[in-house]
């Protein structure tokens, strides 16, 4: 199995600056869920990492929190693929934590609970924070133009770009164009499909 990590809002669902507070918020962008499982289905072991200061501030529980995850999860599995793990930081920003993303907590903690190293794992984000935490722990950052994407690209493309190689940096129009691209180039995969 190899380890793929995913940000939450903007890349699997619609973000939202009122924060998706509910499941009647949640909205998953055309194609991801079936990116997920996609991607698990050809043996990728799918974590996700999201920062949800919304839970610190008071404007959702851990239940609404965790009713939205289980939503997903079965949403995925439906489709024969599955998440291994889902990993958030609660805190507000300037709380001093070491999980808001970019910090590297959360990848930390994804490793210790899933028993695998993040360092090469593909992390795709839509933030210039995903793109710095991926970075920051040996991924490879990976940036789709949904929710904040197109602004990050915006920031990655000026004169002084707020990361390094930031040339390098695939990117993608959402989850689905950036899962299709990582199956058709990785080896494992093609082997998958070539086999009698």
């Not at 289980?70 to 070491?98: D, S, T």
């Amino acid at each position: 199995m190899t380890l793929l990590v995913l940000d939450r809002d903007g890349v699997i669902n619609e973000d939202s600056d009122d924060y998706i507070r509910g499941l009647q918020d949640w909205r998953p962008i055309p194609g991801s869920v079936e990116a997920i499982a996609a991607l698990s289905k050809a043996g990728y072991r799918i974590a996700i990492a999201t920062n949800q200061s919304g839970l610190g501030r008071g404007l959702f529980t851990r239940h609404e929190l965790e009713e939205i995850h289980h939503h997903l999860r079965q949403a995925v599995e439906r489709l024969g693929g599955e998440i291994a793990g889902i990993y958030y930081c609660p805190h507000l920003p300037g709380a001093g934590c070491h999980c808001r993303k970019p910090d590297t907590g959360l990848l930390t903690a994804i490793e210790l609970g899933l028993g695998e190293p993040v360092a090469g794992a593909y992390f795709i984000g839509d933030s210039l924070k995903d793109l710095q935490c991926a970075q920051a722990a040996g991924c490879q950052p990976v940036l789709v133009k949904t929710g904040k994407g197109s602004n990050t690209l915006a920031e990655l493309q000026g004169s002084t770009p707020p990361l390094a190689n930031a040339a390098d940096v695939p990117v993608f129009d959402d989850l689905a164009a950036a899962a299709k691209a990582i199956l058709a180039t990785d080896p494992l995969c093609s082997k998958k499909r070539q086999a009698p």
